[in-house]
């Protein structure tokens, strides 16, 4: 028997404008797992921080660990009791690609967690395992830019994963 679609389509932005922030809201407790898909430039030439925040929970309810590398050095940060998860990092300078995969995001009997891949142009690959420390489902979704704002062309998509 073939597989059905796993990957629903659930949103899409394409920014007009530079924001600071994109918010996915009122999203569907239907699927197994959410996974967002950002490619986006900011309008710093240095890195500057690209964060995730869930339900509008800005209180200090999040961990993560990151990994990130240059290609001659890997360094590791682990945060506890933040208040959002850095993923890592977007410029100018090129196109910084993140993809975030969150798991069982409507099960009210478990933390939330999530697992960023990201690539960006300062030559650095990141991997971030991280924590949102809530059994409440997540509903919505906010990408963050540090201290400047995504340039305008930036994209940033939801997507649902369809029980298999």
């Known amino acids: ?3 059905g679609n796993t990957y629903v389509a659930l949103a899409t932005n394409t920014l007009a404008s530079a924001v600071g922030s994109v918010t996915f809201s009122s999203i569907s407790g239907a699927y197994t797992d959410l996974v967002l898909v950002c490619n986006a430039t900011s309008s710093s030439g240095s890195p500057n921080g690209l964060f995730l925040q869930v339900n509008s929970d800005t209180g200090t309810n999040y961990s993560s660990t990151r990994l990130y590398g ?3 050095a890997v360094t590791t940060v682990r945060e506890s009791t933040t208040d959002r998860i850095m993923t890592g990092w977007t410029s100018s300078t090129g ?7 969150l798991m069982s995001y409507a099960n009210t009997n478990v933390f939330k967690t999530t697992i960023s891949r990201t690539s960006d142009s300062v030559s650095r690959v990141n991997i971030t395992a991280g924590l949102w420390r809530s059994t409440s489902a997540i509903t919505s979704i906010t990408v963050i830019s540090e201290s400047t704002n995504f340039n305008i062309g930036s994209t940033f998509s939801l997507y649902g994963i369809a029980a298999a």
């Open 1 to 3: 028997m073939a597989a």
């Open 70 to 72: 240059t290609g001659s």
């Open 95 to 101: 196109m910084t690609t993140m993809i975030t995969h």
